[in-house]
């Protein structure tokens, strides 16, 4: 045989090789050379008598894309005593010591270090760990199953045994869960040890006996005799998990970000970090779960196959309520000679790496006339006005854009447009008050927060933790009276932090790990604070002696009827000789925690991008995952860095090329939507875009204040975005959807029919086109030509010329009806405003 052949039949046995089992009939994978193999984890140490370990081996072909070759790879131990390792890379350690171990693949090869500590000493047992494990890996304690509020059948499991003491009592001893009261009656074991074989426990999940559940394991396989030799044992707690020497700090998954072709498979590695320095291999002991299963599906060993192109989640379940996901990406083929891309800060370099992972090209970025457009409605909440479009056009610098940024960071709009926002977010409405001069005072301190850039931590402490008459804290009040503590802390933990913990004021959280005593405890932070003599003077009382403390200013669990004190979500409880001033307490926490900074760049970010990396907002969860992490990570430490600085923030956000890409997507990047390959369509929300009718037809809104508030008209030139709802009525602006600020805001507005009525005939869009005075009228009155009107209207809502061919088409138009040129000049102007185009920011 030539050595031509022996290299053509290597080849052809490696390319045979990134084929997983089972798939070659499936189709053919892209040609491809090896270039590198590695193996993962490179180095670990293990401990206790038969510890074992996966292994999985990556080999990148020329492509770049890295493909799991872990079933085509040959496992090789330095000394056969050494321990056992099977042809899926599981290592199970023989005795301790150093290990050696080498994996090849064609003529490649990549080692591993292996030591061994305590190889004669047996892992003590413990419930959360051996039995809690088989719980969550079967799914028996998810929130389908008995993880659910009431559990299912009269048996409660907590949320992939998030409260491990609470599930052994209750399938040692039985008993039912009950929102309202902690009687657990009737009581029903649901194990047996007289007659282990004849446990409930063991009989339902292998389907010996009807379950809902279908089955989880069969009988005589591992789980069921690990359940039946416990149970035989006396069913003993075992070692407890609270111990701090053995305690389960956290867990990890390799990979994090996958990237799969049309046929690959990917093996997780899930490794648990103890608190004694040790760490252990858990993707035995995990559930896997897909997002989007018909993109990419897993099995219960933590594989993935890939099954469509796009992408998706894959959600991981610990016991002990340890939450956490991998991200995939399904790809039809790698992108040849994927292009270097320049970047401009922290920000670009995030987001540009994510797409050459996941194989999207970025769009090109977006022309002055896009950039002008978006970034004035982002950062000022308004349209340029034709002049300024005129001369941001013609200008050649280069640095034009980063100018124009910081014209509008240091500009009246952006006072207005952010104070607009954070007044949606901390809720200005009468409707808290029932007082209009309350209101406004209100109203005025976001006002000047925003105008001073008073730093977002600083924010945060003046809201939460205000006393007296200031403005700060009028926003206690519903419609007069103080909000109960089990109203308000929810909303704050929501705004402040991003998690909605108000599920768990009646009982556990039924998907994510928040305990009722969790709520209750952050709920007694506002135990104590009242108003002194219906003065609307807010004080805290929560440490007694107070002369006007009107009684016990005490929460109790609704369950346990217990008292509660101040406790932060780590369990620590607040000092007594702090109770004098318990909210001031709580925005510091609350300001000093990570979720804190994620919280606000998340949501600034979705006001530029249309979606937070976290989405919705104020939603973080494990189901929830952030798109981009590292990005979200990066963000939130620099906003602390730079002081909590709000314009600092959205200057690094607006100054990124991956902000300027431009709207229109190419090939490869068409159905992205999580990854800020390019521009994003929003809709304007109904205040801003009032304010661009107004802009762009120069005829001002006229607004009236409602009679509660005595009447009257706000002053001339108001715009939407400064008036508060319920004090300044607006059909439009309900028409469209405005936030009327009894809730934090849900997201942009659902299209709906009286907001396509009031697009066709609505004053807005019809009286101030042909209003006296506005911009039509004086154009034509000052002589204008039908190609300067239209130019005119196009700079002023579209902030940019008209094309060649629309500008033909439509001076056509016009010619064809110049008996009627006014009455067509109106109508088409209201099909500009009437455009997406306009609608929408781009």
């Not at 590198?36 to 490179?42: G, K, N």
């Not at 932090?497 to 709920?523: D, M, S, V």
């Not at 702090?578 to 001031?584: A, C, V, Y």
């Amino acid at each position: 045989m030539t050595p031509r052949i022996v290299a053509r039949a290597r080849l052809l046995i490696f390319l045979l090789m990134l084929v997983p089992p089972g798939l070659a009939r499936e189709g053919k994978p892209e040609s491809t050379d090896l270039v590198s193999v590695r193996i993962f984890p490179e180095n670990v140490t293990l401990w206790g008598s038969h510890a074992s370990q996966h292994f999985i081996v990556l080999a990148r072909g020329s492509d770049g894309l890295e493909r799991d070759v872990t079933a085509q790879a040959n496992f090789t131990l330095a000394e056969k005593d050494e321990g056992e390792i099977d042809t899926s890379g599981k290592f199970v350690a023989g005795r301790g010591g150093e290990v050696a171990l080498t994996a090849r693949v064609a003529e490649r090869s990549a080692k591993a270090t292996i030591r061994v500590e305590g190889a004669d000493q047996p892992q003590p047992f413990a419930f959360a760990r051996d039995i809690g494990g088989i719980l969550t890996k079967r799914g028996c304690n998810d929130t389908a199953c008995h993880g659910s509020v009431k559990g299912r059948n009269g048996f409660k499991l907590s949320v992939y045994g998030l409260l491990p003491r609470e599930d052994y009592k209750r399938i040692v001893e039985g008993g039912t869960f009950r929102v309202l009261t902690t009687d657990e009656n009737p009581k029903i074991p649901r194990i047996d040890t007289k007659e282990p074989e004849k446990s409930i426990l063991l009989l339902k999940p292998t389907f010996t006996v009807p379950h809902g559940g279908g089955i989880r394991f069969s009988v005589g396989s591992p789980d069921y005799l690990t359940l039946l030799n416990w149970i035989k044992s006396g069913a003993p707690y075992g070692d407890a998990p609270e111990n701090p020497s053995i305690a389960l700090d956290r867990v990890d998954v390799f990979p994090k970000e996958i990237v799969l072709d049309a046929h690959g498979r990917q093996q997780l590695i899930v490794t648990g970090y103890l608190s004694n320095g040790h760490q252990e291999d858990l993707t035995d002991q995990a559930r896997y779960v897909s997002e989007t299963s018909d993109v990419a599906d897993v099995n219960d060993a933590g594989l993935i196959k890939a099954k469509k192109t796009g992408e998706s989640n894959i959600f991981i379940r610990t016991s002990g309520g340890h939450a956490l996901s991998a991200t995939v990406g399904v790809i039809q083929h790698p992108i040849p000679n994927y292009p270097k891309l320049e970047t401009r800060n922290y920000i670009d370099e995030y987001v540009f790496s994510q797409l050459r992972r996941f194989q999207l090209l970025p769009s090109h970025e977006s022309s002055d006339e896009e950039f002008l457009r978006r970034v004035c409605l982002d950062i000022a909440g308004t349209l340029p006005p034709p002049r300024r479009v005129r001369e941001f056009l013609a200008d050649k610098d280069p640095d034009k854009r980063d100018r124009l940024i910081e014209i509008l960071l240091n500009s009246p709009e952006y006072v207005d447009y952010w104070s607009f926002r954070f007044n949606d977010l901390l809720r200005t409405t009468i409707i808290a008050t029932d007082n209009p001069e309350r209101t406004k005072a209100y109203e005025d301190w976001v006002v000047d927060s925003i105008a001073a850039n008073k730093p977002y931590d600083q924010m945060a402490r003046e809201r939460i933790a205000s006393q007296g008459y200031s403005a700060a804290a009028r926003n206690f009040f519903y419609v007069g009276e103080l909000t109960t503590p089990e109203t308000l802390m929810p909303e704050l933990i929501r705004l402040f932090l991003g998690r909605r913990i108000e599920c768990a004021q009646c009982h556990n959280h039924p998907f994510e790990p928040w305990t009722q005593n969790q709520f209750w405890g952050l709920a007694a932070f506002f135990s104590g604070y009242t108003d002194v003599r219906e003065s609307a003077l807010v004080i805290d009382v929560l440490g007694g002696g107070h002369v006007d403390q009107p009684k016990e200013m005490v929460v109790r669990n609704p369950r346990t009827k217990e008292k509660i004190v101040p406790t932060y979500l780590d369990g620590t409880m607040l000092p007594s000789d702090q109770w004098m001033d318990p909210r001031l307490h709580l925005a510091n926490w609350i300001i000093s925690h990570p979720y804190f900074s994620e919280a606000i760049v998340n949501r600034i970010w979705s006001y530029f991008f249309g979606r937070g990396i976290v989405d919705p907002v104020d939603d973080f969860r494990s189901t929830n995952p952030p798109s981009n992490p590292e990005l979200l990570e990066a963000l939130a430490k620099d906003f602390v860095d730079g002081g909590y600085d709000l314009k600092h923030l959205m200057r690094t956000i607006a100054q990124s090329k991956t902000y300027q890409l431009s709207g229109i997507p190419n090939e490869s990047n068409r159905e992205d939507k999580i990854n800020y390959s390019h521009s994003q369509t929003r809709a304007l929300d109904a205040a801003v875009l009032l304010d661009a009718i107004t802009s762009a037809t120069a005829v001002p809104e006229k607004f009236h204040f409602h009679p509660y508030a005595k009447g009257g008209e706000p002053p001339p030139g108001v715009r939407a975005m400064q008036t508060i709802p319920e004090i300044c009525p607006s059909q439009f602006m309900d028409a469209f959807g405005r936030s009327m600020r009894s809730t934090l805001p849900l997201g942009p507005p659902k299209p709906n029919l009286l907001e396509a009525l009031d697009m066709f005939a609505g004053p807005a869009y019809t009286s101030k086109i042909s209003e006296p005075g506005g911009r039509l009228d004086q154009l034509l009155k000052n002589g204008a030509t039908n190609g300067e009107i239209l130019d005119e209207f196009y700079l002023a809502a579209l902030a940019r010329f008209p094309t060649a061919r629309e500008k033909a088409r439509l001076l056509d138009f016009l010619n064809q009806r110049s008996a009627l040129r006014r009455q067509t000049l109106e109508r088409l102007v209201w099909a500009i405003m009437n455009s997406r185009e306009f609608a929408y920011n781009h």
